[in-house]
């Protein structure tokens, strides 16, 4: 099993930038990637990014490619999101997400994902 905890949220105003957080423990030697999503009250949760964990391949979403960066440091165990240019609609719980190898799916999907962090929040004032 792996165990994730996320860090780095907090209330920033628009035009800002945070910096997120997901420190893994536990079985990380069998991580496949991680990735990064959102949700926002009444709504689903939604993918922004992934990396996977031995070569550090990216994945973005169209809505947030040019504005976010996904990285990892595997001797920390500690995965990254730098987000700038931070609107109200940023606004929401963001969780990190971790797969083992063997897992399929798609980047893009929740389900594909076995383990979550609790999450952080994020909000944005106009």
């Known amino acids: 099993q792996v165990q994730l905890v996320e860090s780095g949220g907090g209330l920033v105003q628009a035009g800002g930038s945070l910096r997120l957080s997901c420190q893994a423990s536990?079985?990380?030697?069998?991580?496949?990637?991680m990735g990064w999503f959102r949700q926002a009250p009444g709504e689903e949760r939604s993918f922004l990014s992934a990396?996977?964990?031995?070569?550090?391949?990216?994945y973005y979403a169209d809505s947030v490619r040019g504005r976010v960066t996904i990285s990892r440091d595997t001797s920390s165990k500690t995965m990254y999101l730098q987000m700038n240019s931070l609107q109200p609609e940023d606004t929401a719980v963001y969780y990190c997400?971790?797969?083992?190898?063997?897992?399929?799916?798609?980047?893009?999907?929740?389900?594909?994902?076995?383990?979550w962090g609790q999450g952080t929040q994020v909000t944005v004032s106009s």
């Open positions: 536990g079985r990380t030697f069998s991580l496949y990637s």
């Open positions: 990396v996977t964990w031995t070569d550090a391949k990216t």
């Open positions: 997400a971790s797969r083992l190898r063997g897992t399929t799916g798609s980047y893009y999907l929740p389900r594909s994902y076995d383990t």
